[in-house]
């Protein structure tokens, strides 16, 4: 991945995790790393979901995608904390 690639997809990454942190209606405090790593990961997992339906190419960089795939980490995320704590 060239360096624009890899400065797009933290651009990328760091709005889809604000979004996806002002849409989830749990979300905790996080720092600004925390948001762009929630997005970046956000970014990918949206991008493997999208291959495994045929929607796309499958690669990371769509705001759409990474954010639903950071609020689908999010869930995730508090799904195996709530399940840990009990």
Known sequence: M???GLLWLAIIGTLSGIFAKFLYPHHKSMNW???MLLGIGGSL???WIGRLLHIGDGSPGGLFTAT?????LLYLYDRLLKGRRR
């Open 33 to 35: 790393p925390e948001t």
């Open 68 to 72: 639903i795939g950071a609020l689908l």
């Open 2 to 4: 060239s360096l624009f």
């Open 45 to 47: 997992f949206g991008g």
